[in-house]
């Protein structure tokens, strides 16, 4: 049972342009959300997060989205750089549950100079 | 300030072998949790110590165990090895707090079972 999903597994994206980036979700009980971002041969790097009670939050060009009633949320890179490439991945947890991460499969982002 | 450290970088193993991976967290941290990342796929939680004791699980079988010592670092072992336990195994260090799901990976330990 997958309980996060991003169902791209890929984006290619000119630099100076926007990245969009999409994870969706099952579970309701779910109330803090977090970007990583993953360079080959390193562990994963904690880039963004967002509390179920807001619906936006941005850090210089890395804003997320989530829509609730849509168990959705997004996470837009804005101007993309070619140091942006990677993979993403999303996570989720529960508040009772705070070490737990259930992780998407990752998009990995590819930004052409 | 050192990050959350791993060893050994890759380890080659035979089926029905045992394994033992090793991670210290990140200075300051006192909870460490360990994933499991197969290829093409996203962490999976294994499970998280804290105070030496295994606080959550994740669905992974009992041929998992690990252990916490005094200095908060963590060792994931892994019992009869199979082939699909080949993996990127990833440590992540965090502090103690309801409000801190944010958690730092080490650079993981690549398991390969032949």
């Known amino acids: 049972d997958q309980q996060v999903k991003q169902n791209s597994p890929s984006l290619s994206v000119q630099e100076g342009r926007i990245s969009i980036l999409n994870c969706d979700y099952t579970n309701s009980m779910f109330d803090y959300f977090l970007w990583y971002k993953k360079y080959p041969a390193e562990g994963p790097t904690f880039l963004i997060s967002i509390s179920s009670i807001k619906d936006k939050n941005e850090d210089g060009r890395f804003t997320v989205f989530l829509n609730k009633s849509a168990k959705h949320l997004s996470l837009h890179i804005v101007p993309s750089q070619p140091g942006d490439s990677a993979v993403y991945f999303c996570a989720a947890s529960v508040y009772n549950q705070g070490g737990k991460l259930i992780f998407g499969q990752g998009t990995e982002l590819s930004v052409k100079p | 300030d050192a990050g959350v450290t791993q060893s050994p970088t890759h380890l080659i193993k035979t089926r029905g072998q045992q394994v033992t991976l090793r991670c210290s967290p990140k200075?300051?941290?006192?909870?460490v949790s360990w994933y499991q990342q197969a290829l093409g796929q996203g962490p999976q939680f294994i499970f998280q110590y804290y105070e030496e004791e295994e606080r959550q699980r994740g669905n992974f079988p009992d041929r998992f165990s690990g252990h916490q010592f005094p200095n908060y670092s963590s060792e994931l072992n892994v019992n009869a090895l199979l082939l699909g336990d080949s993996a990127l195994y990833l440590c992540?260090?965090?502090?103690?707090?309801?409000?801190?799901?944010?958690?730092?990976f080490g650079p993981g330990t690549r398991l390969t079972v032949t």
């Open positions: 992540a260090s965090s502090f103690k707090d309801p409000n801190s799901y944010e958690q730092y």
């Open positions: 200075s300051g941290h006192d909870t």
